[in-house]
Structures are given as structure tokens and as C-alpha cells.
């Protein structure tokens, strides 16, 4: 089979996955299963971005979203304690008008789509994306690199301390 037909299918698989996995995390009632239905949603986008050759986002996907914010979250929901976790992602009053901003996004989406002249060709896409990137981040980038990772550092550092305070008080 031709390469082309493997990556219309990927799409509209990883498509799904995605769309699946994001109604998931809106709909079930107990939020650990929503984080692990959003890990896998963003899993599945990193996929999807594996398809469009981007293999640098794909990996920035896995790393942050799927690994860091999942976890994160869960850390967050470990720090409630809360008794019964079965119950933990109620639905509020707002869902209709959630609904209505949802369906207007989408016509709004759809008619763009559609009035938007696209064109036949695509550009090249640059071989060995990380190695470009990681050349400029190290060498040219290297200092704004260094400041948001020691900033990342002592967020880090003051949110298990935050942490540590109420825990005492409780």
C-alpha cells in the first residue's frame, strides 16, 4: 500500500482517540479517571503530530503535557485527600451554555475551513528538527534556556513548601 493511505489513516484513527478521549474527560464522574483519559489525549495529539512530521512537538507533548502536567494534577488531587473519590467531578449549572460556546466554535471553525483557499503543495519540512533546535539552545539560546529552567526550579521548590504549610496546619 502506498505511505500516503497509512497516514490518512493514522489521522482519522489518532483523530478519534482524541476526540474519545477528550469527551472522557469532560463526562466521568471521578477526576483520576479524567486525568488518566487526558493523558491519553495528549498522547494521541503527540501522535498526531508525529503524522504532520513534527517529531520535536511530539516529544514536547509526551514530556510536559502527557508526563508533567498529568502528574501535576494527580499530585493536586493527592494533596485534597478527599474521602470519597468517586463523586470528585461533578457537573455544575453551566453545561448547556458550555455547549452552545462549543457548537459556536464549531460552525465557526467549519466555515473558516471551508472558505479558506488551500494549497495543493506543501512546504519541505527540515530534516532532523531536534538537532536544529537543540543547536540553538544550547549555544545562541543558552541563557533564557538556563533562566526558565531555574525559574521552573523554584516554582517548584515553593510549591512543595506551600505544600508542606498546609499539610501541618491540617
Not at 44 to 57: E, I, R, V, W
Not at 68 to 83: D, E, K, N, S, T
Not at 85 to 103: D, E, H, I, P, Y
Request: aromatic share 8%.
Amino acid at each position: 500500500m502506498d505511505n500516503s493511505i497509512w497516514m490518512v489513516a493514522a489521522f482519522y484513527l489518532l483523530s478519534a482517540v482524541i476526540i474519545v478521549s477528550a469527551l472522557l474527560v469532560v463526562f466521568l464522574k471521578n477526576i483520576v479517571h479524567s486525568v488518566l483519559w487526558l493523558a491519553v489525549c495528549f498522547i494521541a495529539l503527540a501522535g498526531l503530530f508525529l503524522t504532520l512530521d513534527a517529531d520535536f512537538l511530539a516529544a514536547v507533548q509526551v514530556l510536559v503535557y502527557a508526563g508533567a502536567v498529568c502528574i501535576m494534577v494527580v499530585f493536586g488531587i493527592m494533596l485534597i485527600q478527599r474521602g470519597d473519590m468517586g463523586k470528585t467531578n461533578l457537573f455544575n449549572s453551566q453545561t448547556g451554555v458550555a455547549a452552545g460556546v462549543v457548537a459556536l466554535v464549531l460552525v465557526v471553525s467549519g466555515y473558516l475551513s471551508a472558505a479558506t483557499h488551500w494549497v495543493g503543495t506543501a512546504a519541505p519540512v527540515p530534516h532532523k528538527t531536534v538537532e536544529h533546535i537543540a543547536t540553538l539552545l544550547l549555544s545562541k539560546y543558552v541563557i533564557p534556556f538556563e533562566v526558565a529552567a531555574l525559574l521552573l526550579l523554584v516554582a517548584l521548590v515553593g510549591a512543595i513548601i506551600l505544600a508542606k504549610e498546609v499539610k501541618a496546619k491540617c
